[in-house]
T-cell receptor, first 110, second 115 residues
Framework: GIQVEQSPPDLILQEGANSTLRCNFSDSVNNLQWFHQNPWGQLINLFYIPSGTKQNGRLSATTVATERYSLLYISSSQTTDSGVYFCAVETPSDNNDMRFGAGTRLTVKP | EPEVTQTPSHQVTQMGQEVILRCVPISNHLYFYWYRQILGQKVEFLVSFYNNEISEKSEIFDDQFSVERPDGSNFTLKIRSTKLEDSAMYFC?????????????FGNGTRLTVT
């Protein structure tokens, strides 16, 4: 099946700093989503972004499908941004069932 | 905005007991999923369900697990004879179309604790 690799695995930032999270995938995809898992375990959908660039407030994401990667940008980070960020992809080779990366654990310190 | 709802939010059960986790997908969605996340680990695919039958299942989804859509709204995951290692967060998800080009919507999860 498809391999989804996220980097870095852990990231510690000071409040106000910017960061870039990366997701590499090993096969062509029909769908890519970024999720934030909050401290209560809920998966919050951030972006549905199989290709192109989207922005939502301080967050933006870019997927370059031909080069098989996606980036999540967090600007002016806040302590409430802490949590685990997951990239998940759907590919025809996996019957279009969504597969998750291992996540990036972000800690934003005040 | 419509949501996927899961009940209960937390369930504690004894080893060997059967549990049923319940989900109400978004009403016009056609494709349903269960995922599992053991504490501190990544989210793992269990099973997908379309047109009243299992579409695909992972190696994790063995004979101990079953899914059902008993009526037009509910989608359930049954775990027979639970084991300690079944302790995890279980997420239900749904999407509008099966072609993989619409977003997946997740519920808030059921935290299952097997003692």
């Amino acid at each position: 099946g498809i391999q989804v690799e996220q980097s870095p695995p852990d990231l510690i930032l000071q409040e106000g700093a910017n960061s870039t999270l990366r997701c590499n995938f090993s096969d062509s995809v029909n769908n890519l989503q970024w999720f934030h898992q909050n401290p209560w375990g809920q998966l919050i959908n951030l972006f549905y972004i199989p290709s192109g660039t989207k922005q939502n407030g301080r967050l933006s994401a870019t997927t370059v499908a031909t080069e098989r990667y996606s980036l999540l940008y967090i600007s002016s980070s806040q302590t409430t941004d802490s949590g685990v960020y997951f990239c998940a992809v759907e590919t025809p080779s996996d019957n279009n069932d969504m597969r998750f990366g291992a996540g990036t654990r972000l800690t934003v310190k005040p | 905005e419509p949501e996927v709802t899961q009940t209960p939010s937390h369930q504690v059960t004894q080893m060997g007991q059967e549990v049923i986790l319940r989900c109400v997908p978004i009403s016009n969605h056609l494709y349903f999923y269960w995922y599992r996340q053991i504490l501190g680990q990544k989210v793992e695919f269990l099973v997908s369900f379309y047109n009243n039958e299992i579409s695909e299942k992972s190696e994790i989804f063995d004979d101990q697990f079953s899914v059902e859509r008993p009526d037009g709204s509910n989608f359930t995951l049954k775990i027979r004879s639970t084991k300690l290692e079944d302790s995890a967060m279980y997420f239900c998800a749904s999407t509008r179309r099966p072609e993989g080009n619409s977003p997946l919507h997740f519920g808030n999860g059921t935290r299952l604790t097997v003692t």
